[in-house]
């Protein structure tokens, strides 16, 4: 894992989406940095308190697990709730949660539409409508959102994922603006392909939707946009992260740090 190193002993950090994939490794890096984590996510029970007893052990940490649904705002309320009462602070909030459908825009499910913006990016707001009045109380917050270089580039047959990502983006200044003064950033990370589960499936989607092999996906499409032909790692991705959230990164706000390889720079 990533060399970089950040004093975060004794914070809490929220990761939403972080039973697998990049929200794991992100979970996973903020706890070998000090921090007591609280997990969120779907997938199976024995696994997910496998993850959650291996992270409290070997970072020596508090690890929480929390089944709320991103799709429902009373759940995603308790989760920050249950943070703060737990363990007495609210930091770091991560929202990382995502969902992904590839589809031409006349084929698009309407319930796709409504799942990924959910999803994506309305359990932000709710998210951090939470979060916001703990952080302020406490007088220090860290807000990262995850977005993706689809908040700043569009490609076809993912309308609702590309509209979800702008307005993570957008939502993310405008919350930065109001808490400026509170002791609180707001910032993005907007990585481009990492190889993800979710990346795993949209390999596949994507050669069902355009007709072309899984291979020609990845090198002709994927990686197509990224000038390095390498996807993002996670260790890249805990770097930025642990920049935002550290002392270095309190004047960063309303921001993005992409890690792209390069896509968005043409």
């Not at 429902?72 to 990382?96: C, M, Q, Y």
């Not at 996906?217 to 197509?224: C, F, K, Q």
Request: net charge negative; with cysteine; aromatic share 4%.
């Amino acid at each position: 894992m990533g060399a970089v190193r950040v004093d975060l002993s004794g914070q809490t950090a929220v990761i939403t989406g972080s039973t697998s994939g990049i929200g794991a490794a992100l979970a996973e890096g903020l706890a070998r940095n000090g921090a007591n984590i609280v997990l969120n996510g779907l997938g199976d029970a024995g696994e997910i308190e496998q993850l959650r007893a291996r992270i409290a052990s070997e970072h020596s940490v508090t690890c929480l697990y929390h089944p709320s649904n991103m799709l429902k705002p009373d759940e995603i309320a308790d989760l920050i709730a249950f943070a703060k009462k737990e363990t007495g602070r609210l930091d770091i909030l991560v929202n990382n949660a995502g969902i992904q459908h590839v589809a031409p825009i006349d084929e698009f499910p309407t319930e796709k539409w409504d799942a990924i913006i959910g999803i994506n990016l309305s359990s932000v707001f709710h998210a951090m409508r939470a979060a916001v009045p703990v952080m302020k109380a406490g007088g220090h917050g860290r807000i990262v959102n995850i977005a993706s270089a689809h908040a700043l580039r569009a490609s076809p047959f993912k309308s609702a994922y590309i509209a979800a990502k702008h307005g993570v983006y957008g939502l993310t200044k405008a919350v930065a603006l109001e808490v400026a003064q509170a002791g609180i950033t707001a910032n993005c990370i907007n990585p481009g392909y990492v190889k993800t589960p979710l990346v795993e499936n949209q390999i596949a989607d994507t050669a069902k939707s355009r007709g072309i092999s899984e291979e020609e996906v990845v090198n002709d499409v994927m990686l197509a946009a990224q000038p390095t032909k390498k996807f993002v790692t996670y260790d890249q991705l805990l770097g930025a992260l642990l920049y935002l959230v550290s002392d270095d990164g309190a004047n960063v706000n309303g921001n993005a740090i992409t890690v792209d390889g390069g896509w968005t720079a043409k």
